[in-house]
T-cell receptor, first 114, second 113 residues
Framework: KNQVEQSPQSLIILEGKNCTLQCNYTVSPFSNLRWYKQDTGRGPVSLTIMTFSENTKSNGRYTATLDADTKQSSLHITASQLSDSASYICVVSSYSGGYQKVTFGTGTKLQVIP | DGGITQSPKYLFRKEGQNVTLSCEQNLNHDAMYWYRQDPGQGLRLIYYSQIVNDFQKGDIAEGYSVSREKKESFPLTVTSAQKNPTAFYLC????????????FGDGTRLSIL
């Protein structure tokens, strides 16, 4: 069964600090991995997308890494800001039988405090 | 600006009542999706449509129905058969052929009265 597990479930950090969120998956065959940011009461917004051959992708202060061998990804946030407070969702896609199957993680809830 | 508009933002359902959630997009995307989000769970696919007048059941379609009469619109009806409808409902679309949602609306929160 395809699964995506994220850790920690929640995290509180001080403004200006860095943090790293983890994503482990058992999705097979692997197609790509996305990280989304979801503000409270809003829809998810895509931050990065990585395919099998990519091991790092940046979007401003967000840097995602992918280790396809260990089936792990991380999202590193540099110099956090109050606006980074949100849930971060890891999403892994597999391609089989001509169809993409998308599996969502449960998310990490990040709170940045002044 | 192009995007996905979901309405209403909040919706209340009485027992035995059907309610319809609206989803409109002006991105000219062929594929549209409906997801349900519950606390502590990942998004789960209810229905998806890859083209007008065609739609497919997702993982949790029971108690829901959809239509796709226009490319821009993909309404979701939560029927009285859905016994636990309280959730956050998200509509999404994609213009790619990879069947992955790219853009999401801002959701409708449905509660039972």
């Amino acid at each position: 069964k395809n699964q995506v597990e994220q850790s920690p479930q929640s995290l509180i950090i001080l403004e200006g600090k860095n943090c790293t969120l983890q994503c482990n998956y058992t999705v097979s065959p692997f197609s790509n991995l996305r990280w989304y940011k979801q503000d409270t009461g809003r829809g998810p917004v895509s931050l990065t997308i990585m395919t099998f051959s990519e091991n790092t992708k940046s979007n401003g202060r967000y840097t995602a890494t992918l280790d396809a061998d260990t089936k792990q990804s991380s999202l590193h946030i540099t110099a956090s800001q109050l606006s980074d407070s949100a849930s971060y969702i890891c999403v892994v896609s597999s391609y089989s039988g001509g169809y993409q199957k998308v599996t969502f993680g449960t998310g990490t809830k990040l709170q940045v405090i002044p | 600006d192009g995007g996905i508009t979901q309405s209403p933002k909040y919706l209340f359902r009485k027992e035995g009542q059907n309610v319809t959630l609206s989803c409109e997009q002006n991105l000219n995307h062929d594929a549209m999706y409906w997801y349900r989000q519950d606390p502590g769970q990942g998004l789960r696919l209810i229905y998806y449509s890859q083209i007008v007048n065609d739609f497919q059941k997702g993982d949790i379609a029971e108690g829901y129905s959809v239509s796709r009469e226009k490319k821009e619109s993909f309404p979701l009806t939560v029927t009285s058969a859905q016994k636990n409808p309280t959730a956050f409902y998200l509509c999404a679309s994609t213009g790619g052929r990879d069947n992955q949602p790219q853009h999401f609306g801002d959701g409708t929160r449905l509660s039972i009265l």
